[in-house]
């Protein structure tokens, strides 16, 4: 509606553009309804956490991987990255973070790269990881519109700490669905505080406000107005 992409007021600006075109006008929003995903799917197993934090997104520079390999070399608390889909661009992407990768490593973080396959059972192996995890770590660097694969996580009963961009508030409960953050200081305190987190209530946000019935009742009351 500003005429802004999720790039104004970032470092990302110069390289990606902080403009849109052609700017929305209020009179062409009908509705704003977020995303949703199948939280029947997308559930705990019932079992307690694993002690690791995950990253799982495309490994774009805004992406936050850099940050969350950060978190890990201080907090030692191990760290699985599943960076994209394994197609050839996504690859070369990851390729920037290696170096940092070795170099946290050698100071006794534990990263462990984790590949998706390339077809429909990679949703079975998000599970399993957003599952296990104690936290999602979603240090975004832009103002994204949305997170899929924040409200996955939360379906799962797993917290998010993130960075304070965009969406992020309109996905993650302060305090109670996991930390929004403004710095890398305030990232790793919200590691060593996750034990205030009740992993139902994450689950219970993400039924409640993210479950695709409540997306398609949003879209059937829109269209009858």
Request: a neutral charge; hydrophobic letters at 35%.
């Amino acid at each position: 509606m500003m005429g802004r992409s999720q790039f104004y007021g970032t470092p990302f600006e110069q390289k990606y553009g902080g403009s849109l075109d052609t700017p929305i006008h209020p009179r062409d929003i009908a509705a704003i309804i977020p995303w949703a995903t199948d939280t029947n799917f997308y559930c705990p197993n019932g079992r307690a956490p694993e002690d690791y934090l995950l990253w799982i997104s495309r490994p774009t520079d805004y992406k936050g991987l850099g940050i969350a390999i950060e978190v890990a070399r201080r907090t030692r608390m191990p760290l699985k990255v599943s960076p994209g889909i394994g197609i050839t661009e996504h690859s070369r992407e990851f390729q920037v973070y290696k170096d940092q990768i070795t170099q946290a490593i050698s100071d006794g973080a534990s990263i462990e790269i984790i590949k998706l396959p390339l077809n429909s059972k990679h949703h079975l192996l998000k599970r399993q990881l957003y599952r296990g995890a104690r936290a999602l770590i979603y240090p975004i660097g832009a103002h994204e519109p949305f997170g899929l694969v924040l409200i996955e996580a939360l379906a799962c009963g797993t917290p998010v700490i993130a960075y304070h961009r965009g969406a992020i508030p309109e996905i993650v409960q302060d305090n109670k669905t996991g930390f929004i953050c403004e710095t890398i200081d305030q990232l790793t305190q919200a590691v060593s505080s996750l034990g205030q987190i009740n992993r139902q209530d994450c689950r219970d946000d993400a039924v409640t406000r993210f479950h695709y019935l409540v997306a398609a009742s949003k879209y059937i009351r829109m269209l009858e107005n």
